[in-house]
């Protein structure tokens, strides 16, 4: 790991994303022990820091690391393995069967290659579901890259059409989680903290549930993170195995509230919204995969208007097929935009900022990152704006929503050490990653 | 201009476009005179053929050049100055005024840097409205970096609210109009041809309307490009001056027809969509434009169904904010499968077909470019396959449309003559239209 000590980052734009959106010409930020000390101009930052190693910023934006709210790096291996496919087929043929196949190997390097690929694209902090078996192999992937997640196993119990080739029995998911609780929650300088990743109601029976919910509440700092309302025949299905609609259920087993983020939540009633606001609920909004597996439009500016926080995920590769958040980020605009046939919904001020600092806020860790200020940890990544797309160059915020893309990002820095910088991974080894995806393919071909 | 002769292409893997869709692994191109002289495996290239040149096709796929059915390559130096906008005080406050105080230079270089994104992006092929003043220009820059191009100047004449600041009359524009055929249209080896860029109904005069379908009916492979049914607004404001429907309008005005192609196409009656079916019209959907303008989602599926020929545009900058077509082969995509909340929807198969093959077919130019095939034009751009997005790489079309981005393009190639690699423009001199692209900036700041 390269690990930097008192630097100085230049850039001839810096974009804040604290609430007062602050845009910096020609700036600085000042780093030391992986905490932001000093952010200003370059004259600023020179007068008030010394640093052993500074690092241009000529033709760059710096911006906080965005942060991927709904992620499954572990199904990157089944990248482009089930496209233009119906969603249940999708499950059962590929998706499932693929996590369920998986050995620990194939799962340590599938999710890295996930992770390296979202801090290829400026990603440094993500919330991630793992598979049920071998998943501290993706949490090593995590420690390993140094990318900041929330993380854990896939909880999963109920024989349905769909869970039984990846399903644990009740006491068996629930002891898999305690213990990895107790062995990566709040490690790595709290970089690493474990997650409670209940699929979907329709593979946690009511038990698995309610022992998820006590675990959240016995933990400090411990969120439950799961899918909800992204089909109508999804939630035709929970109305018929838990008697009643998807967020009346969750309310009902006590599984809602600001220690729990789900995923889609895009076909609710009137009083499933109040139900949502009511309890503070996080919404992660997955844009490409609700498109690309035909799922609906999440009505993000509803969620706005009652004060819910909404933060972006790209969800797992086989329905996206990326882990590039300035895709989600712009698609993110065009679709609450085309919704409702209205041109000045979610402007791009808006988007970065789900990106970022609500990103942040959805995961309970907006006061460590998801913007530059002084005291927040080093998560920082630089956008390079010398390409043909970056000209002319009006306004920053503008250019990196609509314009600029994941590979576009120069720089990734997490927790003050550089994981990514101009086509170089320096924690991890990247063409060992890639011939052990292309040893799976051919396995799988 | 770099003119190659007697080249052999490699590529791990090519995608013909052609209908059957062929893919060859460990393939070569042969092409003579910017034509293409064979296509298959190395080993029968390089059996068959001898090269004065190779180019190493290591990690990429070979295709035939993207073709953008709708762009408004002028806009360029307006990207990211009209953002989340409304659309008419878009139009009104900043496009339309934009476009007219444009100097000739800034028409030249604005033009210059579209095109130089569109090549740097994998187009090779584009169908571009200009201005209406000093838009010789602009042709001069699509001649000069040597993409393909159907072009001319903007023909609008009536006096509405919008169009006072750029319009000019009748008999100057479709005097102008004239000139710019004699001299431009079927030149540079068929490469530029002239297009009637009639703007909209609701800038057109009825009496310029009708001078435009004489101008296209005189000459031989000469087509009209306009808007049409782009915003339900647009559309009822079109009953007040024509007093019928878009599309019974145009009809009327025999505008329509196989020589005819229109942007947008979103809101039809049943009785409209017969009309572009029986007319054989063809039809431009644009997906970012659509998006970020609100207008709504084009129904490509119901096009399709009933044999209407659909290519894929990007727009102008500031409705989109780029030229990339990978962007918007994606949105294309997700917008009819999230539409018609069917996975199934246009699959990646048909929206590459969308983007090559039915695109040159929409331009009326299928015969000579859209696949690679013997006797086609070498009209070809390279996509790297080593980025991590790349990884696993199943399906050569999957990850063309839903994971590569238009910065994984390495190479373009137009009539045989590279335009862009690895970086560089052969053709042009690209610091000194980034230059002239700050320069208007800092006039507009």
Redesign the interface.
């Known amino acids: 790991m390269v690990k930097l000590k008192d630097t100085i980052l230049e850039a001839d734009t810096l974009v804040t994303c604290n609430p007062s959106n602050k845009i910096v010409k020609n700036a600085a930020v000042f780093i030391s022990n992986g905490i932001i000390q000093g952010v200003g101009t370059k004259k600023e930052i020179n007068q008030n820091f010394s640093a052993s190693k500074i690092i241009d910023g000529t033709n760059k934006i710096l911006l906080p690391g965005l942060v991927n709210t709904h992620s499954h790096s572990v199904q ?2 089944l ?3 089930a ?5 249940l087929d ?1 499950l059962k043929e590929v998706v499932l069967p693929g996590e369920a196949r998986f050995t620990s190997e194939e799962v340590y390097y599938s999710s890295l ?1 996930g992770f ?2 979202m801090v ?1 694209t400026g990603t440094t902090t993500t919330n991630d579901m793992l598979t049920t078996h071998d998943s501290i192999a993706g949490i090593q992937a995590a420690e390993e890259i140094g990318i900041r997640a929330r993380i854990g196993k896939m909880l999963m119990d109920y024989n349905d059409d769909f869970s039984e080739i990846v399903r644990e029995d009740t006491e068996t998911v629930i002891e898999g989680a305690r213990k990895q609780i107790n062995e990566y929650h709040q490690t790595h300088n709290g970089r690493i903290k474990y997650s409670l990743n209940a699929r979907f109601l329709l593979s946690c029976s009511p038990e698995l549930m309610k022992l998820i919910v006590e675990t959240r509440d016995e933990y400090e700092d411990l969120m439950i993170h799961s899918h909800a309302s992204e089909s ?1 025949a999804e939630c035709d299905a929970v109305v018929k195995m838990y008697g009643a609609s998807y967020f009346r259920s969750l309310k009902k087993l006590n599984a809602l509230g600001p220690e729990t983020i789900l995923a889609h939540g895009i076909w609710l009633d009137d009083e499933e919204y109040e139900i949502v606001k009511q309890t503070n609920t996080r919404i992660t909004h997955n844009p ?1 995969s ?8 999440c009505d993000v500016l509803r969620y706005h208007s009652i004060g819910v926080i909404v933060g972006i995920g790209t969800d797992g ?1 086989p329905c ?5 958040m300035f ?1 989600d980020m ?2 993110a ?3 609450q ?2 919704k ?6 979610l ?2 001020e808006k988007v970065l900022k789900m990106a970022t600092i609500e990103g942040a806020q959805a995961l309970n860790w907006e006061n460590e990152i998801g913007s530059i200020e002084v005291g927040k940890k080093a998560d920082l990544i630089m956008v390079d704006s010398n ?3 970056s ?5 920053p915020v ?2 990196l929503i ?2 600029a ?4 990002v120069s720089m990734t820095m997490i927790d003050g050490k550089i994981v990514y910088q101009d086509g170089s991974f320096p924690t991890i080894d ?1 063409e060992k ?2 011939k052990a ?2 040893k ?2 051919n396995k ?2």
Request: aromatic share 14%.
């Open positions: 990157t291996f990248r482009g393995k496209d233009d496919y119906a969603l999708w290659l390296a690929e290829r109508q490409s609700n498109c690309k597996l035909a799922s609906g439009i590769p996206n097929n990326n882990f590039d895709h712009r698609l605009a065009f679709l935009k085309v409702h046939l209205d041109e000045l919904a402007p791009a390409d043909v797309n000209f002319p160059f009006y306004n503008s250019h609509y314009s893309s994941g590979k576009d990247i990653i890639k995806a292309e799976y393919q799988m071909e």
